[in-house]
């Protein structure tokens, strides 16, 4: 019922984004930069840190560009004034931002595909024997399926107060550090690694680590991104209609 | 008789904001104040109001944009509170300015997506988008980026998009606001072929008098949150103003109070300035007697006079005035 509305919104945040030369950095540029830091920051600690040189930086981008981006986007519809036409057309706020998510993620994928190609060819990062491809590309899909709840959950919320907004940039890189794209989980320390738990993209991080490192398709860290993913989703659905009814209260969709 | 188009009973709408940085005090600022109104089917009606007045409030409250604080608001017979998703899909509206576009994308790229949005059968979506594109003129540009467009373009666009579903009730918030004459035109020549050729609903707000004289049905004329005319244009202007408004420009030489009491016979007179010279304005429904009674009169300092047809700004200037 709800696939057209929300494939238009797929469309309409690929060729939205593809046009704002910030984002063109952003995919493009940017990964490349990642690699190059992560390279000098892993590069003589053997192939036990190449993950985090190969894929973390393209993890990291698909972080920013998913969950970041689409968040982003929500508060961006309301400074364009299209968010009330939007809300307006009667479908539901979750299914337009869940579509534009899934535009974000799709572009998310260019950063792990420059940035491993990147690495592998530029810099040379040692590639372990045992890797298991299919577990790797499994791990990063969940990471990217957790990235698009959890921003679906963030952008909802930060339409809820302006304020939230700042929140934004104040988040960024702390949950890229807790989910263990960067650095290793077993490097944080223990008190935030209850709170990196309840994170689908710290599952899928493991996920396509364990798959690089030892080979192995980790089903059940894949079956705890997913199903922490889905828990994010619901609550994304269930907080929009939340939001949908607040921001009639507060007139909280307001231009800013 | 069928179901209003708008029926609005004892509607109000309160905001509440706090100020202070440490200490924050709340504050209740009531922007509607028990409005009722019904609006009937293919009619346009008209809200006008000095800014602040409370019109986009109501507007956002029957596009279910807003809850009310009290009071009932249906649309097409649907609670504005309870049936919204119902609402949606058969109204659509316009709000003044430049902004409720995807500047980064073309026109036709705009009114595709927002025909996905209102589910416009597929069959049928590229053909309304592109005989919207032709009717707003911008049927050449439809590849172009709305960026490039000027003003009147995008609320060209804008009244396009919001045609895209058909809806049965159209909410126009100051459509036409710095447009330049020709394209207010070309926008207010829009609306009444949208009225004629649909027999859509129009709820329209402007600023711009002559506008809601010639589009309008009736008007509610809305100052601090309640509707204290409401009446067709011309019934509004007679009752304000009378049929005509007799202009004497004041020489230097003028006993203004000798001028008033004798054309406070007539109607009602306004003092005003124009260019820098004194002006009695007089509000009257007999302006053959008083140019008669002039005529035959030796009264001193009237450098000239004219007679014109009052307009529904005329009526609005002393409503708001003597508010």
């Known amino acids: ?256 | 008789m069928g179901t209003p188009a708008i029926e609005v009973q004892g509607l109000t709408r309160e905001y509440r904001t706090s100020t202070g940085l440490l200490r924050r005090t709340a504050r209740v600022i009531p922007a509607l104040r028990g409005i009722t109104l019904t609006v009937e089917p293919g009619e346009i009606f008209g809200l006008v109001g000095p800014n602040g007045a409370g019109k986009t409030t109501l507007i956002k409250i029957l596009t279910t944009l807003l809850l009310p604080t009290s009071g009932q608001a249906r649309v097409l017979g649907y609670d504005v509170v309870s049936g919204h998703r119902r609402i949606r899909r058969s109204i659509n509206f316009v709000y003044g300015g430049e902004r409720g576009l995807y500047w980064r994308l073309s026109a036709e790229d705009n009114l595709r997506y927002f025909a996905d949005l209102y589910q416009v059968p597929l069959r049928e979506a590229n053909g309304r988008v592109r005989e919207l594109l032709e009717l707003v003129g911008l049927d050449d540009r439809r590849q172009e980026r709305v960026e490039g467009f000027s003003k009147g373009m995008k609320q060209r666009l804008h009244l396009a998009k919001s045609l895209i579903n058909r809806p049965r009730v159209l909410f126009l918030d100051e459509p036409s606001i710095g447009l330049d004459p020709v394209a207010a035109r070309q926008l207010r020549v829009l609306v009444e072929r949208v009225r004629s050729e649909s027999g859509t609903t129009i709820l329209l707000t402007s600023h711009y008098m002559w506008e809601m004289e010639t589009l309008s049905d009736r008007i509610a004329v809305l100052i601090d949150g309640s509707i204290r005319h409401l009446d067709s244009p011309q019934g509004l202007r007679l009752a304000a103003v009378g049929s005509h408004v007799v202009e004497l420009v004041l020489g230097d030489d003028a006993r203004e109070e000798t001028l008033r009491a004798w054309a406070g016979r007539f109607g009602q007179v306004v003092s005003a300035t124009a260019s820098g010279r004194r002006l009695l304005q007089v509000h009257t429904s007999r302006p053959d007697e008083l140019n008669a009674d002039l005529a035959t009169r030796k009264l001193s300092g009237i450098a000239h006079f004219a007679t014109r047809d009052s307009q529904l700004e005329d009526a609005y200037v002393l409503m708001v005035e003597g508010a």
Do not use: K
């Open chain 1, 1 to 256: 019922m709800y696939l057209r509305p929300a494939a238009a919104a797929f469309r309409v945040h690929l060729r939205n984004t593809l046009a704002r030369p910030l984002f063109q950095i952003m995919l493009f540029v940017q990964p490349f930069t990642m690699v190059l830091l992560t390279h000098y920051v892993y590069g003589h600690a053997g192939s036990g840190a190449s993950f985090y040189v190969m894929f973390g930086s393209g993890m990291s981008g698909m972080w920013v560009a998913t969950a970041f981006s689409s968040a982003g986007d929500l508060g961006r519809e309301r400074g364009y004034g299209t968010i009330q036409p939007v809300l307006a057309s009667g479908v539901p706020l979750w299914v337009v931002s869940a579509g534009r998510a899934c535009g974000a993620l799709a572009l998310s994928v260019v950063p792990v595909v420059t940035s491993t190609l990147a690495s592998v060819f530029v810099f040379r990062t040692p590639v372990p024997d045992e890797l298991s491809v299919v577990g790797m590309l499994l791990g990063v899909a969940a990471f990217g399926i957790g990235c698009h709840s959890f921003g679906l959950v963030l952008g909802h919320l930060f339409l809820l107060s302006r304020r939230t907004v700042v929140l934004q940039n104040f988040l960024e890189w702390p949950l890229i550090i807790v989910s263990g794209v960067i650095v290793p989980l077993t490097a944080l320390p223990t008190g935030v690694r209850w709170f990196s738990a309840v994170l689908p993209m710290r599952w899928g991080t493991e996920a396509a680590e364990r798959s690089f490192s030892e080979g192995v398709i980790p089903w059940p860290l894949l079956g705890a991104a997913v199903g922490i993913a889905a828990i994010y989703f619901a609550a994304a659905v269930a907080l929009s209609h939340a939001i949908e009814r607040r921001v009639r209260t507060t007139a909280g969709l307001e231009v800013i």
